[in-house]
């Protein structure tokens, strides 16, 4: 009930579309029942306008109440007998039936539409919320999340909300007040008879729910196997090339054959109980009314009925009607498990709360003008231990070059200075300030980074490089591709700045990716460049290129470069070998060189297979 309310939220201001929604349901179910109810009016001018005679208007002498609409239909009725005679009576009954029919028509209409607006409204609203709380985590929940979960969650599960949540507050609006006014009506026509069927609800209610139990826990698996699914998607699709490469397509399509089963044997069994609910209502519904036509039949065939056969007739018509709502009632109590199921994933995803946020008081660093501080620094994934008590300066305007063994803790140290991660213990400084005091924008944005791995965007090349700056003009970003040795390659391309580089730059080659990344990078004009392996999966001649234009990059800037081939930092200010998150050795290449340890190693390694 929780979630449902708190999905309900996410429709605010709910006034906007429940008041307009309530009037016009009420006006729609007004003039549909007032329908039935002149049925027995009609019937009886049919069959016995002619001998009426027992209700006059003398007889009937005082204005009947609302509890009695009925007989309130009948005076009128009567009345137009005796003052139009049988004929003019009909064709007033018809003619009120066909207005309110339209009337009721127009109301259900303008009251769908408002119901419409409403669920659009919220799932706008949802979706927007999910995803921004999505792009506010912080890097760690991505490592440990499937990336088909999240996507099925944002764009599958907010669906199911929308189809089941707010599909219900349709009924939750509409079918009780139907189901009253119908109430109403049986209850004046004949008050004993509507008490004795009423009985059966219970009994039928008691099965459904029965039915529906599982349904929540179906509901769950079957989204859960559905983001399986979109993950496997991803993954094939990211990965075809590789899956090609290795013959692996049977291998993923059987595991993707084999989650679809799985999916569709939930689905199948779910679909099943749901379905299962509307028949059971529906056949107690109709039972219902034949005990009804039994019971009541058998008191007018015997002459012991309190009431005349057209009223008897009109309250069978009226009880069949009441089976609608009612089934309506019960079918959404058996979908809305499923709403309910992905709107808990949903709301999950938006509570989640990003480890990495700005402090109450954080304040906001404009420049960067001494250095970068690491003191006694330790960090773990989960237990294992990745750096321990590392101490580090990096001042203004040098090149720092980080090299090890791989996984020796280069990467996780860099990803702590822009606060993709919290160290667990000591503290990262700029200027003197920690970093965790810092506003996360303002310290990102001293910073460019250029990964191994070039990550670009379906777009054209300017918008890439031009990458979330929307005032950038097109003299910055020819020259941003300049310093990055870009421009050349670019004008080359069919459409120059304008060009498609395709999902994720596949249209480019390594090194041409590279250097839009470092274009890209040299754009935001950044004091502090942070690269990663920004060489490495290069070939020698487009490393070329790029090691040219990360020089021209790291002109007058602070660099910390992490470095496959050691012989593209042999220049750097200085040198630090860290190895199992240890710095074991520094210092310039000359001085590592003539200590004869790690970094003498490394450098003897790679002359050798050179
Ligand atoms: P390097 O860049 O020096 O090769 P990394 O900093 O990438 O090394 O990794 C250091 C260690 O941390 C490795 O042993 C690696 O297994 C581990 N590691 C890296 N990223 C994660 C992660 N997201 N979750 C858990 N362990 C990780
Ligand atoms: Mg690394």
Redesign the pocket.
């Given at each position: 009930m929780k979630t449902y309310f708190r999905l309900l939220s996410f429709a605010k201001p709910i006034e906007k579309f429940a008041i307009p929604y309530v009037i016009t349901t009420i006006f729609a179910v007004v003039f549909s029942t007032l329908n039935l109810a002149l049925l027995a009016p009609l019937l009886q001018t049919l069959f016995f306008g002619k001998n009426i005679g027992h209700t006059t208007i003398a007889s009937l002498g005082v204005r009947p109440s609302i509890l009695h609409l009925m007989a309130a239909f009948k005076y009128y009725v009567d009345y137009m007998i005796i003052s139009y005679g049988s004929w003019g009576a009909l064709k007033f009954v018809c003619a009120t039936i066909v207005i309110s029919v339209f009337l009721g028509n127009v109301f259900r209409y303008y009251s769908q539409r408002v119901m419409e607006d409403m669920r659009v409204h919220t799932l706008r609203n949802l979706r927007n919320k999910v995803f921004d709380s999505v792009m506010n985590l912080h890097l760690?929940f991505f490592?440990n999340e499937r990336k088909g979960d999240i996507i099925s969650k944002i764009a599958s599960d907010v669906q199911v909300v929308q189809f089941t949540v707010t599909g219900t507050l349709q009924v939750v609006f509409k079918e009780p007040l139907t189901l009253i006014f119908y109430m109403v009506l049986l209850f004046s026509i004949s008050a004993k008879l509507t008490f004795y069927s009423l009985l059966v609800v219970p009994v039928s209610a008691f099965i459904i729910s029965r039915i529906v139990k599982r349904l929540k826990a179906q509901a769950v698996a079957s989204q859960q196997s559905y983001g399986n699914m979109i993950s496997y998607l991803d993954e094939a699709l990211s990965g075809i090339k590789i899956i090609k490469a290795f013959n692996a397509t049977d291998f993923i399509k059987k595991r993707f054959s084999s989650e679809n089963q799985s999916y569709s044997k939930i689905v199948r069994s779910m679909a099943r109980r749901q379905q299962m609910a509307s028949p059971v209502s529906e056949f107690f519904g109709v039972t219902m009314v034949a005990c009804i036509v039994l019971y009541g039949g058998y008191l007018v065939l015997n002459n012991r009925s309190p009431l005349s056969a057209p009223d008897f007739i009109t309250y069978i018509a009226i009880f069949s009607q009441v089976t609608r709502p009612a089934k309506a009632i019960s079918d959404s109590f058996s979908t809305i498990h499923s709403g309910i199921a992905a709107g808990e994933r949903v709301l999950a995803l938006i509570d989640e709360k990003p480890l990495i946020v700005d402090s109450p008081n954080a304040v906001a660093i404009s420049g960067f003008n001494e250095s970068i501080e690491f003191k006694q620094v330790s960090f773990a994934?989960?237990e294992?231990e990745?750096l321990s008590e590392v101490n580090l300066k990096i001042p203004k305007g040098k090149t720092i070059a980080l090299v090890?063994?791989?996984?020796?803790?280069?990467?996780?140290?860099m990803?702590l200075i822009p606060r993709f991660m919290e160290p667990q213990s000591g503290e990262i400084l700029v200027d003197g300030k920690n970093i965790q005091a810092l506003t996360v924008d303002s310290l990102r944005a001293l910073m460019g980074i250029v990964n191994q791995e070039s990550i670009l965007f379906n777009d054209t090349i300017f918008n890439n490089i031009a990458f979330g700056k929307t005032d950038a003009t097109k003299e910055q970003v020819e020259n941003a591709a300049r310093i990055a040795n870009a421009h050349n390659f670019i004008v080359e391309t069919e459409e120059g700045y304008e060009t498609n580089i395709g999902d994720r730059g596949t249209k480019l080659s390594g090194g041409q990716r590279q250097r839009i990344c470092i274009a890209r990078a040299v754009l935001n004009n950044p004091p502090i460049m942070l690269l990663?392996e920004a060489t490495s999966a290069l070939d020698t001649e487009s490393e070329k290129l790029v090691q040219d234009a990360l020089n021209n990059l790291m002109k007058n800037r602070t660099s910390l470069i992490?470095a496959h081939r050691l012989s593209t930092i042999q220049n750097a200010d200085l040198i630090i070998v860290?190895e199992s998150?240890k710095i074991v050795e520094k210092g310039n290449h000359l001085e590592l060189i003539n200590h004869n340890g790690l970094y003498r190693k490394l450098i003897d390694m790679q002359t050798f297979s050179a």
């Open positions: 760690g490592s994934y989960q294992k990745v090890g063994p791989s996984g020796g803790g280069k990467s996780t140290l990803d990663d992490i860290l998150g």
